[in-house]
């Protein structure tokens, strides 16, 4: 074939098999590029999650046991505390005064106070209520403030078999040391009322 049969073979090449053909070969290298793109994210993301599968079981058991002992302290700190526990020495009248390391609760100090006076097992601390002068200040139709008072009562039920406990020489100093034991929180009671079967029996 000569150059001039040559160059009118090429001229004669219809435009549109050109245009097709510079599409397809666009269209394939988008393809090919897309495709590179998404294996190389999926490909970091499979790496990230093994960096953290090696790296955070290192820390999380260093970080917990942290935390816990934390929380663990600051609970100690609160629960456990020396309590000043009033009886009355020897069958006397006379009231006396024992610190005693214990948890703080009402139930517990009622339990040691019921320990250093002798005073039966039978008899349970029934209810423990603290009442304020504090209440409730409306304000819009969605919200509501609560004023903190400034006067408390606390009121104690005690189970019938405190009676028992209770004869004409022992009665007021009894009751006293058991108002002052209950009154270790640091809270000014305005007065201590003790029940018995609905009777209060302090005065």
């Known amino acids: 074939m000569t150059g ?3 160059y009118n073979a090429i ?3 219809d435009d549109n098999f050109i245009q097709e053909a510079d599409e397809a070969v666009t269209l394939k290298k988008n393809v090919v590029s897309f495709n590179w793109k998404r294996f190389t994210g999926i490909a970091a993301c499979i790496a990230l999650v093994l960096c953290a599968s090696v790296i955070i079981p290192k820390f999380l058991p260093t970080l917990i046991s942290s935390k816990e002992a934390h929380q663990e302290k600051t609970t100690n700190a609160i629960l456990n505390d020396y309590v000043d526990i009033y009886y009355l020495e020897n069958g006397t009248t006379e009231i006396k005064k024992e610190s005693v390391k214990l948890d703080y609760t009402p139930q517990n100090i009622f339990q040691e106070w019921k320990k250093l006076n002798n005073i039966p097992d039978s008899v349970s601390m029934v209810d423990y209520k603290i009442d304020s002068n504090g209440y409730e200040q409306s304000g819009n139709s969605s919200t509501a403030t609560y004023v903190v008072g400034d006067v408390f009562t606390l009121n104690v039920t005690l189970s019938n078999e405190f009676t028992d406990c209770l004869t004409k020489s022992n009665r007021t100093a009894l009751l006293k040391s058991l108002e002052k034991t209950l009154s270790y929180q640091k809270i ?11 009777q209060k029996i302090n005065n």
């Open 4 to 6: 001039k049969n040559l």
């Open 188 to 198: 000014k009671y305005k007065s201590i009322n003790i029940f018995v079967d609905g």
């Open 11 to 13: 001229n004669s090449i």
